[in-house]
């Protein structure tokens, strides 16, 4: 997955550029930029790989998912339905907007339930906030059918999943809004920033301008712009954008290795009768930047991640035990502990995630995620995979099932 592997010749010229003209900032300067608008290129680029009307690149994921949220009007008290299994980020951007993250239980796609989605709908209910973990999808047409149901917005997070598809359409386009990090391990990445993608001229709209401080862009005199309303800073700068312009363009590149390396490991572990694949919704195609596997039980899933590691499998996951990506490691939210005080409204709403998720529990517990590197060998990958299967093997010669 980490873009960064494939750093080279391309993204330097294009950093270059920016530092010939020595404008490091997006908006104002045209005299001196030489032509060079790199946060405006890479939003071209995004929108049109991503086959959306509309892309703003904005400084992190985390800033993408809290501009797109404040942008479809979620705010104080709202409640915004998310996966008890993503990174923190998701629910930080939800609580950055006032509004209240409900967690709801994962099935065997490890993203949103459907059917715990549904039950999960109450009248302050404003946005349904899949995330695409780990390369795959939520089953996106159910999630749609429940959203336009309850006239709620459908927010993809998609910064793991760049370049997955999902009925032959992009994650992320599917949605009202999607999402993107470019975070420094992530697939596309600039070190730091994210983006957000739409069809909606009004949602795109108001994305430039929150991201901004309000400012309306009109003219080329940014001490004269007027604000519309309140906006913040969320903006990426040149030197970001620069990276992540070149980037952008190995995207095909980088989802052509993954599915090569994946495809061997997945091979390999189809010959093991215990190990099972993560569902991929029927029309969806994965990006391939993890390999999902399920053991038959928790404690076998345990011992299989300890027997990865000693066996030299590196980068193998054991989510289910991890401080970032599962909700019951994050006791800053269960627990409330925050710099300054909650309002009343938002600390009864966040009581609502105290409570257990069964199903999450037994699908984590089970789960290992793989990731696949692009700088592999063909020798490294096949290696790899005999040496996954002899680690599995191992441990599940010792279990009774
Ligand atoms: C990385 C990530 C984010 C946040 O992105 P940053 O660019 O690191 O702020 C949000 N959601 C998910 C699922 C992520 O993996």
């Not at 009925?167 to 391990?185: E, I, Q």
């Not at 040149?238 to 090569?260: C, F, M, P, S, Y």
Request: hydrophobic fraction near 40%; include cysteine; charged fraction near 25%.
């Amino acid at each position: 997955m980490p873009g960064f592997e494939l750093f080279g010749a391309e993204e330097q010229k294009e950093v270059q550029d920016v530092l010939d003209n020595g404008v490091l900032m997006r908006y104002g300067f045209d005299p001196m930029r030489n032509g060079h608008y790199k946060a405006l290129e890479l939003e071209r680029d995004l929108a049109n790989r991503m086959q959306s009307k509309y892309a703003q690149v904005v400084s992190s994921g985390t800033a993408a998912l809290t501009v797109a949220l404040a942008c479809a009007g979620i705010g104080s008290g709202d409640e915004v339905i998310m996966p008890t299994f993503t990174f923190v980020a998701s629910f930080e951007a939800i609580l950055s907007v006032g509004a209240i993250p409900i967690l709801c239980d994962i099935d065997d796609t490890l993203t949103l339930d459907p059917k715990a989605v549904e039950a999960s709908i109450t009248p302050k209910t404003k946005a349904i906030m899949p995330v695409h973990m780990c390369g795959s999808m939520a089953d996106l047409s159910a999630l749609k059918a429940i959203s336009d149901k309850h006239n709620l917005i459908l927010l993809e997070d998609a910064c793991q999943a760049i370049g997955a598809t999902y009925d032959g359409k992009p994650l992320g386009s599917y949605g009202d809004l999607g999402c993107f990090s470019f975070d420094y391990v992530k697939t596309i990445t600039c070190g730091e920033g994210g983006g957000i993608i739409t069809n909606s001229e009004t949602f795109a709209d108001r994305a430039h301008k929150y991201q901004d401080h309000g400012h309306d862009h009109v003219g080329n005199d940014r001490g004269a712009e007027t604000h519309p309303f309140l906006g913040y800073n969320y903006r990426l700068s040149e030197l970001n954008a620069a990276v992540g312009i070149a980037q952008l363009r190995k995207l095909d590149h980088t989802l052509t290795i993954q599915e090569k390396n994946y495809t061997i490991l997945r091979n390999a572990l189809a010959e093991v009768p215990e190990v099972s694949f993560r569902r991929v919704p029927e029309t969806g195609v994965e990006n391939y930047s993890f390999l999902n596997i399920f053991l038959p039980t928790e404690d076998i899933a345990r011992k299989a991640h300890k027997a990865l590691g000693e066996n030299g499998v590196d980068a193998c996951f054991y989510w289910f035990d991890n401080n970032w990506h599962y909700y019951k490691k994050w006791e800053h939210l269960l627990e409330q502990k925050s710099l300054s005080k909650f309002s009343q409204e938002i600390q009864s709403g966040l009581q609502k995630n105290n409570r257990s998720f069964d199903a999450s529990d037994l699908w984590m517990g089970r789960t290992i995620s793989c990731l696949i590197k692009l700088n592999w060998s063909e020798t490294e990958v096949t290696n790899r995979a005999s040496k996954m299967v002899e680690a599995l093997k191992s441990v599940l010669v010792k279990s009774v099932l």
